[in-house]
């Protein structure tokens, strides 16, 4: 059963500590992708990876970080640094690295404590 | 950077009618512009896309036209039904990812 993968569902973090998000990814996709959504609004971009051991930032990537060590995930880092992160965390990728045809993950919620 | 701007934000159609999305972009190298449809809770999930050598695509009910010149595309949805009622969101992009616009509530009245 191919597909996207995020984990966890929810996720609480305490002040002045890190979390990473799951991503995981069976559909030998090249490129992966780390979107924001907060509520009534868009996607924006936090980070993407065209390629294995490379990974660029988007739009909003302070306070975020990510690897890109295998070809089917892509973890992402909110940091201690990242002062509002609560928000809907949503995982992308595609077959080819041009930003084309991107396929979604069920999401990660995070909140904080 | 690309802007893309939707509209309206809320949309309320009757079972059966027409409902249209509008979105225009700013970055006239843009070349790539889908539709995403997403339920609450859920992940945006593709529902039709359309190239920039392109006019206009139709899936069943739903059709995507695009004008380059203007530099506007938008979502049609004929016949619509209770199910379509979701968020959906445009984006566009010139090879790297995609900018998304803000989403449009779609309300199906049965």
């Known amino acids: 059963d191919g597909g996207i993968t995020q984990s966890p569902k929810y996720l609480f973090r305490k002040e002045g500590q890190n979390v990473t998000l799951s991503c995981e990814q069976n559909?030998?996709?090249?490129?992966m992708y780390w979107y924001r959504q907060d509520p009534g609004q868009g996607l924006r971009l936090i980070y993407y990876s065209q390629i294995v051991n490379d990974f660029q930032k988007g739009d909003i990537a302070e306070g975020y970080s990510v690897s890109r060590e295998k070809k089917e995930s892509f973890p992402l880092t909110v940091t201690s640094a990242q002062k509002n992160p609560t928000a809907f965390y949503l995982c992308?990728?595609?077959?080819?690295?041009?930003?084309?045809?991107?396929?979604f993950g069920p999401g990660t919620r995070l909140l904080v404590l | 950077g690309e802007n893309v701007e939707q509209h309206p934000s809320t949309l309320s159609v009757q079972e059966g009618d027409s409902a249209v999305i509008k979105c225009t972009y700013s970055d006239s190298a843009s070349n790539y512009f889908p539709w995403y449809k997403q339920e609450l809770g859920k992940g945006p999930q593709l529902i039709i896309d359309i190239r920039s050598n392109v006019g206009e695509k139709k899936d069943q009910r739903i059709a995507v036209t695009l004008n380059k010149t203007a530099k506007h595309f938008s979502l049609h949805i004929t016949e619509t039904q209770p199910e379509d009622s979701a968020v959906y969101f445009c984006?566009?992009?010139?090879?790297?990812?995609?900018?998304f616009g803000s989403g449009t509530r779609l309300q199906v009245q049965p």
């Open positions: 992308a990728s595609s077959i080819v690295p041009n930003g084309e045809t991107q396929y």
């Open positions: 984006a566009a992009s010139r090879g790297r990812a995609l900018t």
């Open positions: 559909l030998n996709h090249d490129a």
